[in-house]
């Protein structure tokens, strides 16, 4: 199957142009016509698996070929881009832009993007967990207490069970046990019990 996508950022913009493109690429290409088309106005910086994208990406299979007028369709950064990319090298689906003659398929262009993939995305995460560190160590010497601050708990009037306070003491003063008081309220038997700790 071919998929085109189209991606606009605003109402303003026109979906007209990035279908016309596709479709004469796909002519001057020799390929055969979309079977199907995914358009969305939405900006890049969204989530992709929040957008019409994900929903295609989740039903695409093997040999599938998703044709876009430019790599700047699928999202706005780079990393978005990277990780769009490397979801469909996993699963053998092909991309292929008209502007950039970017193509991602089973050739050595895609080897070698799927090792940057893989390098860049070990990069990043040592860099965010050495900025984290640096950050904690920064605070520590700061002389900042981490964690919660004391007396930062909720307090009492405003837990879950506080306006119910009056029909928990009546339970409790006829017998009830405390499942029974939890089912009663319609809450777990854990928040119960928390309450009633710090009450």
């Known amino acids: 199957m071919t998929?085109?996508?189209?991606?606009?950022?605003?109402?303003?913009?026109?979906v007209e142009n990035q279908r016309y493109e596709i479709r004469r690429f796909c002519r001057s290409r020799g390929l055969p016509p979309v079977d199907g088309w995914i358009e969305e106005t939405v900006s890049g910086t969204a989530a992709w698996n929040k957008r019409g994208l994900g929903e295609l990406l989740g039903?695409?299979?093997?040999?599938?070929?998703?044709?876009?007028?430019e790599l700047s369709r699928l999202g706005r950064s780079l990393y978005m881009i990277m990780e769009i990319l490397s979801y469909c090298m996993a699963r053998d689906v092909k991309v292929w832009t008209v502007k950039d003659g970017f193509r991602l398929g089973d050739d050595i262009q895609s080897k070698v993007l799927a090792f940057a993939f893989g390098l860049s995305a070990e990069i990043e995460r040592n860099l965010i967990s050495q900025r984290t560190r640096e950050a904690l160590a920064r605070r520590r010497a700061e002389g900042m207490t981490l964690g919660r601050p004391k007396g930062s708990r909720t307090s009492l009037d405003r837990l879950k069970l506080a306006a119910r306070r009056d029909e928990i003491l009546d339970m409790l003063a006829a017998g009830m046990t405390r499942k029974s008081i939890a089912a009663a309220l319609g809450v777990d038997v854990g928040t119960l019990r928390r309450y009633l700790r710090r009450h």
């Open 3 to 14: 998929y085109g996508y189209i991606r606009v950022s605003s109402d303003r913009q026109t």
């Open 59 to 69: 039903r695409v299979v093997s040999g599938d070929l998703i044709i876009c007028s």
